[in-house]
Protein backbone atom coordinates (compact mmCIF):
# COMPACT_ATOMS: atom_id res chain seq x y z
CA UNK A 1 0.00 0.00 0.00
CA UNK A 2 1.18 3.35 -0.65
CA UNK A 3 0.03 5.41 1.66
CA UNK A 4 -1.41 7.73 -0.93
CA UNK A 5 -3.91 9.85 0.48
CA UNK A 6 -7.59 11.10 -1.59
CA UNK A 7 -9.25 9.17 -4.61
CA UNK A 8 -8.10 8.14 -7.75
CA UNK A 9 -9.73 8.30 -10.93
CA UNK A 10 -8.19 6.16 -13.92
CA UNK A 11 -9.42 6.38 -17.25
CA UNK A 12 -8.21 2.59 -18.64
CA UNK A 13 -9.23 0.61 -22.14
CA UNK A 14 -8.26 -3.13 -22.74
CA UNK A 15 -4.91 -5.01 -21.64
CA UNK A 16 -2.27 -2.15 -20.80
CA UNK A 17 -4.71 -0.24 -19.09
CA UNK A 18 -6.11 -3.60 -17.32
CA UNK A 19 -2.75 -4.05 -15.98
CA UNK A 20 -2.40 -0.56 -14.38
CA UNK A 21 -5.79 -0.66 -12.58
CA UNK A 22 -4.99 -4.19 -10.94
CA UNK A 23 -1.32 -2.22 -10.15
CA UNK A 24 -3.60 0.73 -8.54
CA UNK A 25 -5.53 -1.71 -6.51
CA UNK A 26 -2.54 -3.03 -5.13
CA UNK A 27 -1.36 0.36 -3.81
CA UNK A 28 -5.05 1.68 -2.99
CA UNK A 29 -7.75 0.99 -0.50
CA UNK A 30 -10.69 -0.10 -3.08
CA UNK A 31 -12.30 2.97 -1.66
CA UNK A 32 -10.12 4.99 -3.22
CA UNK A 33 -10.10 4.10 -7.10
CA UNK A 34 -12.82 4.57 -9.57
CA UNK A 35 -11.68 2.54 -13.16
CA UNK A 36 -13.71 4.29 -15.82
CA UNK A 37 -13.84 2.05 -18.79
CA UNK A 38 -14.08 2.57 -22.65
CA UNK A 39 -16.90 1.40 -24.26
CA UNK A 40 -16.47 1.59 -27.25
CA UNK A 41 -15.49 -1.47 -28.50
CA UNK A 42 -18.49 -2.94 -27.34
CA UNK A 43 -20.75 -5.24 -29.82
CA UNK A 44 -23.34 -7.46 -30.42
CA UNK A 45 -22.15 -10.69 -31.52
CA UNK A 46 -24.30 -14.60 -31.27
CA UNK A 47 -27.12 -12.06 -30.41
CA UNK A 48 -24.58 -11.57 -27.40
CA UNK A 49 -23.83 -7.92 -25.54
CA UNK A 50 -20.14 -8.14 -25.77
CA UNK A 51 -17.83 -5.66 -23.48
CA UNK A 52 -14.02 -6.40 -23.96
CA UNK A 53 -12.77 -3.48 -22.03
CA UNK A 54 -15.06 -3.93 -19.12
CA UNK A 55 -14.16 -7.60 -18.79
CA UNK A 56 -10.38 -7.34 -19.09
CA UNK A 57 -10.59 -4.31 -16.49
CA UNK A 58 -12.78 -6.86 -14.38
CA UNK A 59 -10.69 -9.98 -15.11
CA UNK A 60 -7.39 -8.63 -14.15
CA UNK A 61 -8.79 -7.28 -10.84
CA UNK A 62 -10.05 -10.56 -9.77
CA UNK A 63 -6.79 -11.82 -10.99
CA UNK A 64 -8.25 -14.31 -13.47
CA UNK A 65 -7.02 -12.80 -16.47
CA UNK A 66 -5.29 -14.82 -19.19
CA UNK A 67 -2.05 -12.99 -19.11
CA UNK A 68 -0.46 -14.42 -22.36
CA UNK A 69 -3.26 -14.38 -24.28
CA UNK A 70 -4.15 -10.56 -23.09
CA UNK A 71 -7.66 -11.21 -23.12
CA UNK A 72 -10.13 -13.69 -21.40
CA UNK A 73 -9.88 -16.04 -18.77
CA UNK A 74 -7.13 -18.19 -17.64
CA UNK A 75 -7.59 -21.85 -18.27
CA UNK A 76 -10.47 -21.17 -21.09
CA UNK A 77 -11.62 -24.02 -23.08
CA UNK A 78 -13.10 -23.54 -26.64
CA UNK A 79 -16.19 -26.12 -26.91
CA UNK A 80 -19.02 -23.46 -27.09
CA UNK A 81 -16.77 -21.99 -30.04
CA UNK A 82 -16.04 -25.35 -31.82
CA UNK A 83 -20.42 -25.86 -31.30
CA UNK A 84 -20.73 -22.95 -33.07
CA UNK A 85 -18.73 -23.44 -35.90
CA UNK A 86 -19.65 -27.10 -36.10
CA UNK A 87 -23.10 -25.66 -36.56
CA UNK A 88 -22.21 -23.11 -39.41
CA UNK A 89 -22.09 -20.16 -36.99
CA UNK A 90 -20.19 -16.86 -37.28
CA UNK A 91 -16.81 -17.54 -35.45
CA UNK A 92 -14.50 -14.73 -36.15
CA UNK A 93 -14.47 -13.52 -32.83
CA UNK A 94 -13.61 -16.16 -30.35
CA UNK A 95 -16.05 -16.68 -26.91
CA UNK A 96 -14.09 -19.04 -24.47
CA UNK A 97 -16.35 -21.36 -22.67
CA UNK A 98 -16.41 -19.73 -19.15
CA UNK A 99 -16.32 -16.20 -20.74
CA UNK A 100 -19.25 -16.95 -22.12
CA UNK A 101 -20.83 -16.92 -18.77
CA UNK A 102 -20.69 -13.12 -18.34
CA UNK A 103 -21.73 -12.48 -21.90
CA UNK A 104 -24.75 -14.36 -21.25
CA UNK A 105 -25.31 -12.96 -17.63
CA UNK A 106 -25.11 -9.08 -18.48
CA UNK A 107 -27.06 -9.61 -21.85
CA UNK A 108 -29.72 -10.82 -19.80
CA UNK A 109 -29.49 -8.07 -17.15
CA UNK A 110 -29.68 -5.52 -19.97
CA UNK A 111 -33.00 -7.64 -21.53
CA UNK A 112 -34.51 -6.87 -18.15
CA UNK A 113 -33.76 -3.52 -18.46
CA UNK A 114 -30.81 -2.78 -16.11
CA UNK A 115 -28.18 -0.39 -17.13
CA UNK A 116 -24.66 -1.43 -17.77
CA UNK A 117 -23.50 0.09 -14.93
CA UNK A 118 -26.09 -1.66 -12.85
CA UNK A 119 -24.85 -4.96 -14.47
CA UNK A 120 -20.91 -4.12 -13.96
CA UNK A 121 -21.76 -3.73 -10.52
CA UNK A 122 -23.55 -6.64 -9.88
CA UNK A 123 -21.04 -9.10 -11.76
CA UNK A 124 -17.68 -6.91 -10.03
CA UNK A 125 -19.48 -7.82 -6.47
CA UNK A 126 -19.89 -11.79 -7.76
CA UNK A 127 -16.10 -11.33 -8.32
CA UNK A 128 -15.10 -10.42 -5.03
CA UNK A 129 -13.43 -6.69 -6.31
CA UNK A 130 -14.53 -3.62 -4.33
CA UNK A 131 -12.73 -1.07 -6.74
CA UNK A 132 -15.71 0.60 -8.35
CA UNK A 133 -15.38 -0.57 -12.35
CA UNK A 134 -17.80 1.97 -14.85
CA UNK A 135 -18.32 1.84 -17.90
CA UNK A 136 -18.01 5.60 -19.37
CA UNK A 137 -21.37 5.46 -20.20
CA UNK A 138 -24.40 3.34 -20.14
CA UNK A 139 -25.62 4.07 -23.85
CA UNK A 140 -24.23 2.86 -27.08
CA UNK A 141 -20.83 4.11 -28.52
CA UNK A 142 -19.27 2.12 -31.28
CA UNK A 143 -15.98 3.06 -32.65
CA UNK A 144 -15.92 3.34 -36.84
CA UNK A 145 -12.47 3.36 -38.86
CA UNK A 146 -11.53 4.76 -41.69
CA UNK A 147 -9.41 3.01 -43.89
CA UNK A 148 -8.22 2.99 -46.87
CA UNK A 149 -10.87 -0.07 -47.63
CA UNK A 150 -13.67 1.90 -46.58
CA UNK A 151 -15.55 2.16 -42.95
CA UNK A 152 -14.99 -0.88 -40.73
CA UNK A 153 -16.99 -1.60 -37.12
CA UNK A 154 -14.07 -2.01 -34.48
CA UNK A 155 -13.74 -5.42 -33.93
CA UNK A 156 -13.60 -5.84 -37.75
CA UNK A 157 -11.08 -4.32 -38.31
CA UNK A 158 -9.33 -5.31 -34.69
CA UNK A 159 -9.67 -8.97 -35.02
CA UNK A 160 -11.55 -9.90 -38.17
CA UNK A 161 -8.88 -7.68 -39.97
CA UNK A 162 -6.15 -7.89 -37.67
CA UNK A 163 -5.37 -3.95 -37.84
CA UNK A 164 -4.15 -4.90 -41.63
CA UNK A 165 -6.41 -1.79 -43.34
CA UNK A 166 -4.22 1.89 -43.47
CA UNK A 167 -6.21 3.84 -40.88
CA UNK A 168 -7.47 7.42 -42.04
CA UNK A 169 -9.91 8.32 -39.12
CA UNK A 170 -12.02 7.33 -35.82
CA UNK A 171 -15.31 7.81 -35.03
CA UNK A 172 -17.20 7.03 -32.39
CA UNK A 173 -20.71 6.88 -32.93
CA UNK A 174 -23.59 7.88 -30.46
CA UNK A 175 -20.75 9.75 -27.95
CA UNK A 176 -22.26 12.99 -28.74
CA UNK A 177 -25.41 11.12 -27.38
CA UNK A 178 -24.30 9.51 -24.23
CA UNK A 179 -23.88 10.98 -20.68
CA UNK A 180 -20.62 10.02 -18.60
CA UNK A 181 -21.92 7.60 -16.54
CA UNK A 182 -22.88 7.93 -12.97
CA UNK A 183 -19.97 6.38 -11.08
CA UNK A 184 -17.95 8.76 -13.13
CA UNK A 185 -19.76 11.58 -12.38
CA UNK A 186 -19.36 10.69 -9.17
CA UNK A 187 -15.79 10.55 -8.91
CA UNK A 188 -15.17 13.70 -10.92
CA UNK A 189 -17.15 15.52 -8.28
CA UNK A 190 -15.53 14.19 -5.51
CA UNK A 191 -13.95 16.81 -3.03
CA UNK A 192 -11.01 14.16 -2.01
CA UNK A 193 -10.21 13.42 -5.54
CA UNK A 194 -7.18 13.63 -6.16
CA UNK A 195 -5.55 12.83 -9.52
CA UNK A 196 -6.96 11.65 -13.01
CA UNK A 197 -4.48 8.56 -14.37
CA UNK A 198 -4.65 8.17 -17.47
CA UNK A 199 -3.90 4.21 -18.22
CA UNK A 200 -1.37 3.36 -21.11
CA UNK A 201 -4.24 2.52 -23.22
CA UNK A 202 -4.54 3.02 -26.89
CA UNK A 203 -5.49 6.82 -26.83
CA UNK A 204 -7.69 6.59 -30.39
CA UNK A 205 -9.44 3.38 -29.53
CA UNK A 206 -9.74 3.24 -25.76
CA UNK A 207 -9.00 7.00 -24.37
CA UNK A 208 -10.35 8.85 -26.80
CA UNK A 209 -13.90 7.68 -27.34
CA UNK A 210 -13.88 8.52 -23.32
CA UNK A 211 -13.09 12.33 -24.14
CA UNK A 212 -15.64 12.48 -26.83
CA UNK A 213 -18.53 12.01 -24.38
CA UNK A 214 -20.18 15.72 -24.04
CA UNK A 215 -18.50 17.63 -21.32
CA UNK A 216 -15.96 15.25 -20.26
CA UNK A 217 -12.43 16.34 -21.92
CA UNK A 218 -13.44 19.87 -21.10
CA UNK A 219 -14.19 18.74 -17.06
CA UNK A 220 -10.82 17.02 -16.92
CA UNK A 221 -9.09 19.77 -18.17
CA UNK A 222 -10.45 22.41 -15.69
CA UNK A 223 -9.44 19.74 -12.61
CA UNK A 224 -7.95 20.92 -9.93
CA UNK A 225 -6.00 17.90 -9.79
CA UNK A 226 -3.55 16.80 -11.96
CA UNK A 227 -3.84 14.66 -15.06
CA UNK A 228 -1.50 12.29 -15.78
CA UNK A 229 -0.88 9.59 -18.54
CA UNK A 230 1.06 6.77 -18.91
CA UNK A 231 2.91 6.16 -22.69
CA UNK A 232 1.69 3.03 -24.28
CA UNK A 233 4.76 3.70 -26.68
CA UNK A 234 7.86 2.77 -25.03
CA UNK A 235 10.83 3.21 -27.56
CA UNK A 236 9.43 3.58 -30.67
CA UNK A 237 6.91 0.50 -30.51
CA UNK A 238 3.54 -0.20 -28.62
CA UNK A 239 3.97 -2.49 -25.36
CA UNK A 240 1.47 -4.13 -27.15
CA UNK A 241 -1.33 -3.67 -29.97
CA UNK A 242 -1.59 -1.79 -32.92
CA UNK A 243 -0.98 1.75 -31.02
CA UNK A 244 2.51 2.74 -33.13
CA UNK A 245 1.03 1.60 -36.16
CA UNK A 246 -2.15 3.82 -35.74
CA UNK A 247 0.39 6.52 -35.16
CA UNK A 248 2.41 5.90 -38.16
CA UNK A 249 -0.83 5.86 -40.27
CA UNK A 250 -2.30 9.41 -38.75
CA UNK A 251 0.90 11.04 -39.39
CA UNK A 252 1.82 11.62 -35.52
CA UNK A 253 5.56 10.65 -34.64
CA UNK A 254 5.67 7.09 -33.78
CA UNK A 255 6.87 7.64 -29.86
CA UNK A 256 6.01 8.49 -26.16
CA UNK A 257 6.06 12.08 -27.70
CA UNK A 258 3.02 11.65 -30.18
CA UNK A 259 1.22 10.44 -27.37
CA UNK A 260 1.91 13.61 -25.70
CA UNK A 261 0.99 15.66 -28.32
CA UNK A 262 -1.62 13.86 -29.57
CA UNK A 263 -3.27 14.86 -25.75
CA UNK A 264 -2.01 18.08 -25.78
CA UNK A 265 -3.22 20.68 -23.06
CA UNK A 266 -4.97 18.19 -21.45
CA UNK A 267 -2.22 16.60 -19.70
CA UNK A 268 -0.55 17.41 -16.57
CA UNK A 269 2.09 15.17 -16.28
CA UNK A 270 3.63 12.70 -18.08
CA UNK A 271 4.85 9.07 -17.33
CA UNK A 272 6.82 7.80 -19.60
CA UNK A 273 9.60 4.35 -19.84
CA UNK A 274 13.02 4.80 -18.56
CA UNK A 275 14.58 4.10 -21.61
CA UNK A 276 12.73 7.12 -23.52
CA UNK A 277 13.87 9.49 -20.54
CA UNK A 278 16.00 11.74 -23.41
CA UNK A 279 12.65 12.76 -24.94
CA UNK A 280 11.82 14.76 -21.19
CA UNK A 281 13.41 18.03 -22.60
CA UNK A 282 11.48 17.90 -25.84
CA UNK A 283 8.34 17.98 -23.89
CA UNK A 284 8.98 20.95 -21.38
CA UNK A 285 7.49 22.78 -19.69
CA UNK A 286 4.95 19.11 -19.49
CA UNK A 287 6.18 17.83 -15.69
CA UNK A 288 8.38 13.99 -17.07
CA UNK A 289 8.80 11.06 -14.76
CA UNK A 290 10.71 8.32 -16.20
CA UNK A 291 10.46 4.86 -14.92
CA UNK A 292 10.06 0.69 -16.25
CA UNK A 293 6.60 1.38 -17.60
CA UNK A 294 6.88 -2.38 -18.55
CA UNK A 295 4.42 -4.60 -16.84
CA UNK A 296 5.36 -8.10 -16.45
CA UNK A 297 3.95 -9.30 -12.96
CA UNK A 298 1.97 -7.56 -10.27
CA UNK A 299 4.80 -6.35 -8.78
CA UNK A 300 5.97 -4.83 -12.02
CA UNK A 301 1.96 -3.25 -12.06
CA UNK A 302 2.46 -2.22 -8.31
CA UNK A 303 5.67 -0.53 -9.04
CA UNK A 304 4.30 1.33 -11.69
CA UNK A 305 1.19 2.71 -9.74
CA UNK A 306 3.42 3.81 -7.25
CA UNK A 307 5.64 5.78 -9.06
CA UNK A 308 2.52 7.43 -10.71
CA UNK A 309 0.89 8.09 -7.47
CA UNK A 310 4.13 9.87 -6.10
CA UNK A 311 4.82 11.60 -8.94
CA UNK A 312 1.32 12.77 -8.86
CA UNK A 313 2.23 14.33 -5.15
CA UNK A 314 4.90 16.56 -6.93
CA UNK A 315 2.80 18.17 -10.24
CA UNK A 316 0.91 21.18 -9.37
N1 LIG B 1 -9.26 -10.41 -29.50
C1 LIG B 1 -8.82 -11.10 -30.56
O1 LIG B 1 -7.83 -10.70 -31.17
N2 LIG B 1 -9.51 -12.22 -31.00
C2 LIG B 1 -10.60 -12.70 -30.37
O2 LIG B 1 -11.18 -13.71 -30.80
C3 LIG B 1 -11.04 -12.01 -29.19
C4 LIG B 1 -12.11 -12.45 -28.44
C5 LIG B 1 -12.46 -11.78 -27.26
C6 LIG B 1 -13.50 -12.25 -26.46
C7 LIG B 1 -13.83 -11.60 -25.29
C8 LIG B 1 -13.13 -10.45 -24.91
O3 LIG B 1 -13.45 -9.83 -23.76
C9 LIG B 1 -12.10 -9.96 -25.69
C10 LIG B 1 -11.75 -10.61 -26.88
N3 LIG B 1 -10.72 -10.14 -27.68
C11 LIG B 1 -10.32 -10.84 -28.79
C12 LIG B 1 -10.00 -8.92 -27.33
C13 LIG B 1 -10.68 -7.64 -27.84
O4 LIG B 1 -11.23 -7.71 -29.09
C14 LIG B 1 -9.69 -6.46 -27.89
O5 LIG B 1 -8.55 -6.70 -27.17
C15 LIG B 1 -10.28 -5.20 -27.36
O6 LIG B 1 -11.52 -4.89 -27.87
C16 LIG B 1 -9.32 -4.03 -27.58
O7 LIG B 1 -9.19 -3.37 -26.39
Request: charged share 20%.
Amino acid sequence: MSGFAGHVLALAGGVGGAKLIRGLALQLAPAQLTAAVNTADDFNYLGLDICPDLDSVTYALAGLNDEKRGWGLRDETWRFMAAVERLGGESWFSLGDQDLATHVLRTARLREGASLTEVTGELTRALGISVCVAPMCDQPVRTLVDTGEGQLAFQHYFVARRCEPVVQAFHYRGAQAAQVSTPLADALVRPDLAVVVICPSNPFISIDPMLALPGLRARLEHLPVPVIAVSPIVGGDAIKGPAAKMLRELGLPVSAAGIAQHYGPLLDGYVIDRSDARLAGSLAPLPVHATNTLMRNDGDRADLAGAVLRFAEHVI
